[in-house]
């Protein structure tokens, strides 16, 4: 699958002239409208001077209206200046809550390496917080937490891979993911965003009612070796979902109960070395069905009636 180009926020600060070349432009401005206003008054609009009435009174009936004009044109500097100092205050509260957003990435990332299994856990929710608050890089926050899982990992304590606590914080991960996908689970959904599964191995998990409304999956060349892993009661129905040789090597695989009405389900090269794969109650009433490896048991899908 191709990858989304993820592009970073423009800078926050309005584009606008500096303020001495804005305030030298406003008071040529306003001098050359005064200047021709006094001008048109003085020869259009004031009639010319009656018998008995001085150059003088003439010269200050002009100048009340110039002065009106000049009330009016320093009104409409000052909403000028009111606006610009706002787009200035909005760029300034904006670009703090962007340093914000990436200070609690950056922290976040550390959390995620740290040797502790706590201190990843709490890694884990802080980067899932911030995929809900920063809905620019939203897609990036996510990807960060389905490539932690694609990082090798033994579940047997006398491997070299192994990490105590390792289980729960990835099981911990797919829950997340799952609740963010089912309807009305937490406060904002990520149902239509990419998850990137490639080569990871599960040791369990729990997509129980996940809603796949759009959007791509990718499970291309995961491992399903230990557990269960809950495909229950989810619903495909318009994201396009890879299980490309994927393999399930002692687990088990659950799509009981789930129902596909549209997208596409691909288990092209995918097989079953030990464990099972349920398909118990699937319910195929649309979208494409790409049967994989053993076919038997993927065709049983395309037919089995609701139970």
Same mark, same amino acid.
């Given at each position: 699958?191709?990858?989304?180009?993820?592009?970073?926020?423009?800078?926050?600060?309005?584009?606008?002239?500096?303020?001495?070349?804005?305030?030298?432009?406003?008071? !040529?401005?306003?001098?050359?409208?005064?200047?021709?206003?006094?001008?048109?008054?003085?020869?259009?609009?004031?009639?010319?001077?009656?018998?008995?009435?001085?150059?003088?009174?003439? *010269?200050?009936?002009?100048?009340?209206?110039?002065?009106?004009?000049? *009330?009016?044109?320093?009104?409409?500097? /000052?909403?000028?200046?009111?606006?610009?100092?706002?787009?200035? *205050?909005?760029?300034?509260?904006?670009?703090?809550?962007?340093?914000?957003?990436?200070?609690?990435?950056?922290?976040?990332?550390? @959390?995620?390496?740290?040797?502790?299994?706590?201190?990843?856990?709490?890694?884990?929710?802080?980067?899932?917080?911030? /995929?809900?608050?920063?809905?620019?890089?939203? @897609?990036?926050?996510?990807?960060? !937490?389905?490539?932690?899982?694609?990082?090798?990992?033994?579940?047997?304590?006398?491997?070299?891979?192994?990490?105590?606590?390792?289980?729960?914080?990835?099981?911990?991960?797919?829950?997340?993911?799952?609740?963010?996908?089912?309807?009305?689970?937490?406060?904002?959904?990520?149902?239509?965003?990419?998850?990137?599964?490639?080569?990871?191995?599960?040791?369990?998990?729990?997509?129980?009612?996940?809603?796949?409304?759009?959007?791509?999956?990718?499970?291309?060349? /995961?491992?399903?070796?230990?557990?269960?892993?809950?495909?229950?009661?989810?619903?495909?129905?318009?994201?396009?979902?890879?299980?490309?040789?994927?393999?399930?090597?002692?687990?088990?695989?659950?799509?009981?109960?789930?129902?596909?009405?549209?997208?596409?389900?691909?288990? *092209?090269?995918?097989?079953?070395?030990?464990?099972?794969?349920?398909?118990?109650?699937?319910?195929?009433?649309?979208?494409?069905?790409?049967?994989?490896?053993?076919?038997?048991?993927?065709?049983?899908?395309?037919?089995?009636?609701?139970?």
């Amino acid at each position: 699958m191709a990858d989304d180009e993820q592009r970073w926020e423009p800078g926050h600060a309005p584009r606008m002239w500096p303020f001495w070349m804005a305030s030298s432009v406003a008071v !040529l401005a306003s001098a050359l409208v005064l200047a021709t206003a006094f001008f048109w008054l003085d020869h259009s609009l004031i009639p010319p001077a009656a018998a008995g009435t001085s150059s003088a009174d003439r *010269t200050l009936n002009v100048f009340k209206s110039a002065v009106a004009l000049a *009330t009016f044109a320093g009104a409409v500097l /000052a909403g000028v200046y009111a606006y610009r100092k706002q787009k200035l *205050t909005e760029g300034d509260a904006k670009r703090a809550d962007a340093e914000q957003l990436l200070s609690r990435f950056g922290k976040a990332s550390e @959390q995620l390496g740290h040797e502790s299994p706590a201190v990843r856990l709490a890694g884990v929710h802080a980067m899932s917080s911030l /995929a809900d608050d920063w809905v620019q890089q939203r @897609q990036l926050c996510i990807d960060v !937490l389905t490539v932690y899982l694609q990082v090798p990992y033994e579940a047997d304590p006398d491997k070299r891979d192994y990490l105590h606590g390792e289980m729960i914080v990835r099981r911990t991960i797919v829950r997340l993911i799952r609740d963010h996908l089912r309807p009305g689970f937490s406060r904002v959904s990520w149902q239509g965003m990419n998850f990137r599964f490639e080569d990871a191995i599960f040791y369990g998990g729990d997509l129980t009612g996940a809603h796949f409304v759009s959007g791509k999956v990718s499970f291309h060349r /995961a491992r399903f070796r230990e557990g269960n892993f809950y495909l229950s009661d989810a619903v495909f129905s318009g994201a396009r979902i890879w299980f490309t040789e994927a393999t399930v090597e002692g687990g088990r695989v659950s799509f009981a109960n789930a129902k596909m009405t549209g997208g596409l389900l691909d288990f *092209t090269g995918a097989s079953v070395t030990s464990g099972e794969v349920v398909l118990k109650g699937f319910d195929h009433q649309g979208g494409e069905l790409v049967a994989g490896s053993p076919a038997a048991l993927f065709e049983e899908a395309k037919s089995a009636p609701q139970q």
